[in-house]
């Protein structure tokens, strides 16, 4: 059964990401708490398809993570016409736009001294790399989650030719493989089931975990969400948001 076949080889991956990772896991997580210690923020960007929404507001997650959220709206209402003779549109996705990431950074809360974490897969296009680049001018640290064997197959959209691995402090490997998918299928020409959502889901509450564990072992608290569903969390969440407003963790 496929299944079957995907657990084994998502398992593999995973245990890959345990054997290989651990250094930088720890690495990410001291660089997080030595700047939550000292004032900073950790930033969260993510243009894949799992991090913002599962590292930002979850049940056991920390509070400290902030997201940066980017969303370029363009209303331009016009009457109807059939075709526009005048010009040809062309696709303009956020992650290609050179430019677009020094607006975002000088936009945001960004400081010195604060932590960027970004996620990205292939880790080629605009957006990510020059983030990295940038905010590491700025005197951030940035860490990026990413997949090191794929980005490594492929060109670098950005002008400097670096991918988000050679453009980031501290790095993480997903451990995906190249075209990040775990099943093949005779029949059909294509691979299944990508890896790299569970891998960088797993990784960055690795890094969460050892991020806690630094903080109380300095003696603090760091402000941890309580499920909603749970007696008490109104309270404790509130009380928990109170304390990292004033502490920062």
């Not at 020094?102 to 945001?108: H, L, P, R, T």
């Not at 002008?159 to 402090?169: Q, V």
């Not at 775990?182 to 960055?204: K, R």
Request: one cysteine or more.
């Amino acid at each position: 059964m496929l299944p079957l076949t995907y657990f084994q080889n998502m398992r593999n991956v995973l245990d890959k990401i345990e054997s290989t990772q651990l250094n930088a896991i720890d690495q990410a997580a001291r660089a997080i708490a030595g700047s939550l210690e000292n004032g900073g923020i950790w930033h969260l960007l993510d243009t894949g398809h799992m991090l913002m929404y599962e590292g930002v507001g979850r049940t056991g997650g920390m509070m400290a993570v902030r997201p940066v959220r980017v969303a370029v709206d363009v209303s331009n209402p016009t009457r109807y016409r059939e075709a526009d003779i005048t010009r040809t549109r062309k696709k303009a996705f956020m992650d290609e736009i050179e430019g677009l990431p020094a607006f975002i950074v000088n936009k945001s809360n960004m400081l010195s001294g604060d932590i960027l974490m970004i996620g990205s897969v292939s880790g080629i296009n605009v957006l990510p790399v020059e983030m990295a680049l940038y905010a590491r001018e700025l005197g951030l640290t940035v860490i990026a989650i990413t997949a090191v064997e794929y980005s490594s197959f492929l060109t670098s959209a950005h002008k400097s030719g670096k991918r988000l691995f050679e453009a980031a402090d501290i790095v993480v490997d997903n451990c995906s493989n190249v075209g990040d998918t775990v099943l093949h299928v005779d029949e059909l020409d294509i691979g299944l089931c990508p890896s790299s959502g569970i891998a960088a889901s797993y990784l960055f509450w690795a890094i969460e975990a050892r991020v806690v564990e630094l903080l109380v072992a300095a003696g603090k608290k760091p402000s941890i969400y309580k499920s909603n569903h749970m007696p008490g969390a109104g309270t404790h969440n509130s009380e928990a948001w109170a304390t990292y407003e004033k502490e920062g963790y």
